[in-house]
């Protein structure tokens, strides 16, 4: 615990109402000008940073306010009775983490990971403004190759469209257990 942390809870919270959008060129920014990255100096200068990267697609959607809510709201389920007994036990903070609050974060990290995925999976914007190289270009930029200023060509844009569905819901499939569970401890609350 530390002083000020359910201000800084509500900051990122509120951090939720800020439209996406509003974010977008300072996101570019940050990830043009990361240190000795793309031909960077160690001021971010001189190269184009993570742009046409692979980094510069999944690290700025890794981490968000969402994530702090739904791990916030586990973590306030885990009874203090348990990490008291893990100190009694000899177990430090790290070890206490590790060993006993990772495994049962097990569920909530599974829920956050599918949302994730299917968010950023599905994103069409960020992908279109971080990347010029067809080699770093996602599916879903790919399926507007299908469609043109006044014509669409129906057939493989469905075709392609089922593809880029695949792989979302095999994620979801194969962790669908998880991610019940993780939804239903995230709501609970000891009292």
Aim: one cysteine or more.
């Amino acid at each position: 615990y530390f002083r000020g942390r359910e201000a800084l809870f509500w900051l990122v919270l509120g951090s939720q109402m800020i439209p996406g959008i509003v974010s977008l060129i300072p996101s570019f920014l940050v990830v043009k000008s990361i240190p000795f990255a793309g031909g960077n100096n160690w001021l971010g200068q001189g190269g184009k940073g993570w742009l046409n990267s692979y980094a510069g697609l999944i690290v700025p959607g890794a981490g968000g306010a969402f994530g702090v809510f739904l791990l916030r709201q586990f973590f306030s389920t885990v009874p203090d009775d348990l990490l008291d007994a893990a100190r009694i036990d000899g177990c430090g903070d790290l070890g206490i983490f590790a060993r006993i609050v990772l495994p049962l974060a097990r569920p909530s990290l599974a829920a956050l990971s599918i949302f994730t995925f299917q968010g950023y999976w599905n994103d069409f914007f960020w992908p279109l403004v971080i990347t010029t190289d067809d080699r770093f270009r996602t599916i879903q930029l790919g399926l507007m190759v299908f469609r043109q200023r006044f014509t669409t060509d129906w057939g493989p844009l469905m075709a392609g469209v089922t593809i880029a569905t695949a792989p979302m819901l095999l994620v979801f499939l194969l962790a669908q257990r998880y991610f019940v569970r993780g939804i239903a401890l995230t709501g609970m609350r000891e009292g």
